[in-house]
């Protein structure tokens, strides 16, 4: 990847289009909060506690069994973006933090492709628990996990998610298509832009798709700089 982060954003971007997904939800987008500033501030990270509690006591579905802790995710209480992927790892597992093993060095390397910092980002996934020998997460786990991530979402309000995978590409947009066929547009998601990439752990294993996660940074580079035009 950095052979590709070191070119820049000089290139001329594509024409971007924002593709719109209409989730059956009680509320189509997540409403903006009238408090001042600091206020919101304790108030999200209130909010957010609540979750990661509620989410260390969960029994919902029969991940909490095979669990060392709970990983509910991580990052700036007003995130220009929200990356989220599959679930946690063997090291997430131990640690209770998201992407912090080999797939979470590599994002980390992403993430300043697009300006920012780890820190200024919000990390989560669509499970919280670690499924067994780092298998994909059952129907049933995403769908008893799903709501908290929801929750965090409304909570931070990204200007931005970035779906790291098929898993969570197809359980935001409940697409069944492939990874490959989500990639290259933006999507819209409770009125919030969403892009797809590969998750940084097949990166990892095929390094034939460095140059299209390259393709898919430039197009969230584009949605965060204002560059993206809604259809």
Known sequence: ?????????????????IERFDVQEPEATFPESSLPESAESASRDD????IASEIASCVRCGLCAGRKTTVPGEGSLQPPVMFVGEGPGEEEDKSGRPFVGAA???????????????????IANVVKCRPPRNREPHPEEIAACL??????VRVVRPGAIC???????????????????LRGKVHEWKGIPLVVTYHPSAVLRDNTLRK???DDLKLLKAVLTGAAGKS
Do not use: H, N
Not at 6 to 15: A, H, I, Q, V, W
Not at 47 to 50: C, I, M, T
């Open 212 to 214: 299209p996660v390259w």
């Open 104 to 122: 979470g060095q590599y994002l980390d390397k992403w993430i300043p492709a697009i300006g920012l910092r780890r820190e200024d980002c919000f």
């Open 1 to 17: 990847m950095q052979d590709y982060v070191s070119s820049g954003f000089s290139r001329k971007r594509p024409e971007l289009v």
């Open 163 to 181: 779906c790291l995978g098929r898993i969570a590409a197809t359980t935001l947009l409940q697409r069944t298509t492939s990874l490959g066929a």
């Open 147 to 152: 709501p908290y991530l929801e929750r965090q």
């Open 47 to 50: 909010d957010l506690q609540l």
